[in-house]
């Protein structure tokens, strides 16, 4: 969309909340930032990708997540930004209801096991399969990948964060004439509701924000067709989606012997056959350490379960698949 002030034209364009992943590498040095006690992070965080804790990406976020931050060699003084166009993941989310049941799967498996069933078991893998079994499941189907309050507050945040950092390209005179679009994912769509949100509370300090489509422009425009393309590109149905040999690499990394170890090591620490597990179980098993950060910001037993070599493979399998099928769901999702 083009916006128009006294000297200039401006398109900004803003596409909350698109379907597309970037696997984004994290920062532990983010410790140095808080006291002791408030350090809640996990050794695998770098690892965990599109479903890495924000904080952990941008560790800023932990001192003031609304205060803008710039690099003074990208926007010097002398530089006037005239363009903006954002592609935006959602907001933190809950696993969707595929994860939630395999991650029950995994919880049936732990509870099925009696008290005297742990006899042979070494010490700390008793101590680690115990933990485990008496954690709390904490996640129901109906919550399905909706954004969580968290979620809410991040894109709520990232308005004001954008809107200090570019205060002539979201003036409120340009305000209607910012353009968003999203999937119809709900979790999109109630991300570009909470960015709304954020640039009212922009524009009206102090005051509750009204009801989306009570707002001066509206609400976010929907279009799979470019927020989902990938369910609307032929080529890629045709060559990936019905092609039986497109994800062959995929499933001879996750049948292959490192993938397999990790399996037995797993296996081994819940004290179940491995025959009851999965590569597609242990990588929900993996993320569950990432989602309990994010949402709930604990430390779960579940990231005690893997190491930095495991977290490694477990990534690679990660883009092995999203190289070969893109922003596409797949099995390991």
């Given at each position: 969309?083009?916006?128009?002030?006294?000297?200039?034209?401006?398109?900004?364009?803003?596409?909350?909340?698109?379907?597309?992943?970037?696997?984004?590498?994290?920062?532990l040095s983010r410790c140095s930032l808080l006291e002791?006690?408030?350090?809640?992070?996990?050794?695998?965080?770098?690892?965990?990708?599109?479903?890495?804790?924000?904080?952990?990406?941008?560790?800023?976020?932990?001192?003031?997540?609304?205060?803008?931050?710039?690099?003074?060699?990208?926007?010097?003084?002398?530089?006037?930004?005239?363009?903006?166009?954002?592609?935006?993941?959602?907001?933190?989310?809950?696993?969707?209801?595929?994860?939630?049941?395999?991650?029950?799967?995994?919880?049936?498996?732990?509870?099925?096991?009696?008290?005297?069933?742990?006899?042979?078991?070494?010490?700390?893998?008793?101590?680690?399969?115990?933990?485990?079994?008496?954690?709390?499941?904490?996640?129901?189907?109906?919550?399905?990948?909706?954004?969580?309050?968290?979620?809410?507050?991040?894109?709520?945040?990232?308005?004001?964060?954008?809107?200090?950092?570019?205060?002539?390209?979201?003036?409120?005179?340009?305000?209607?004439?910012?353009?968003?679009?999203t999937s119809s994912k709900h979790r999109c769509v109630?991300?570009?509701?909470?960015?709304?949100?954020?640039?009212?509370?922009?524009?009206?300090?102090?005051?509750?924000?009204?009801?989306?489509?009570?707002?001066?422009?509206?609400?976010?425009?929907?279009?799979?067709?470019?927020?989902?393309?990938?369910?609307?590109?032929?080529?890629?149905?045709?060559?990936?989606?019905?092609?039986?040999?497109?994800?062959?690499?995929?499933?001879?990394?996750?049948?292959?012997?490192?993938?397999?170890?990790?399996?037995?090591?797993?296996?081994?620490?819940?004290?179940?056959?491995?025959?009851?597990?999965?590569?597609?179980?242990?990588?929900?098993?993996?993320?569950?350490?990432?989602?309990?950060?994010?949402?709930?910001?604990?430390?779960?037993?579940?990231?005690?379960?893997?190491?930095?070599?495991?977290?490694?493979?477990?990534?690679?399998?990660?883009l092995c698949a999203r190289h070969l099928v893109g922003?596409?769901?797949?099995?390991?999702?």
């Open positions: 969309m083009m916006l128009r002030d006294p000297r200039r034209l401006l398109r900004v364009s803003v596409a909350p909340a698109a379907a597309l992943a970037v696997a984004v590498l994290s920062s002791p006690e408030d350090c809640v992070i996990s050794a695998l965080s770098p690892y965990f990708g599109t479903k890495t804790r924000y904080e952990d990406v941008n560790p800023g976020l932990l001192l003031d997540p609304e205060a803008p931050r710039r690099d003074p060699e990208l926007l010097e003084e002398t530089c006037t930004p005239v363009q903006l166009v954002a592609l935006i993941r959602h907001g933190t989310r809950y696993p969707t209801a595929k994860q939630i049941r395999k991650l029950r799967q995994l919880h049936g498996l732990l509870q099925a096991r009696g008290p005297g069933d742990d006899k042979t078991c070494a010490a700390g893998s008793h101590d680690l399969r115990a933990a485990l079994a008496a954690w709390p499941l904490g996640y129901a189907e109906w919550m399905d990948g909706q954004l969580v309050e968290k979620g809410w507050q991040d894109m709520r945040q990232l308005a004001l964060r954008l809107a200090s950092l570019f205060p002539a390209l979201f003036s409120f005179e340009n305000y209607c004439r910012l353009q968003l679009i109630d991300s570009g509701a909470a960015f709304l949100q954020g640039l009212w509370q922009h524009y009206h300090p102090g005051l509750p924000p009204p009801d989306i489509a009570d707002m001066e422009c509206g609400t976010p425009r929907i279009n799979d067709k470019l927020m989902r393309f990938f369910d609307h590109c032929e080529k890629l149905l045709t060559e990936v989606e019905r092609n039986a040999t497109a994800l062959y690499h995929v499933e001879a990394f996750k049948t292959g012997p490192e993938m397999q170890n990790i399996v037995k090591k797993v296996a081994a620490t819940l004290q179940v056959p491995v025959s009851n597990l999965s590569a597609d179980l242990i990588q929900v098993a993996f993320f569950t350490c990432s989602f309990d950060l994010a949402i709930k910001g604990v430390k779960s037993p579940w990231c005690d379960v893997f190491d930095i070599d495991d977290a490694k493979i477990l990534f690679e399998c990660l922003t596409k769901d797949t099995n390991i999702r």
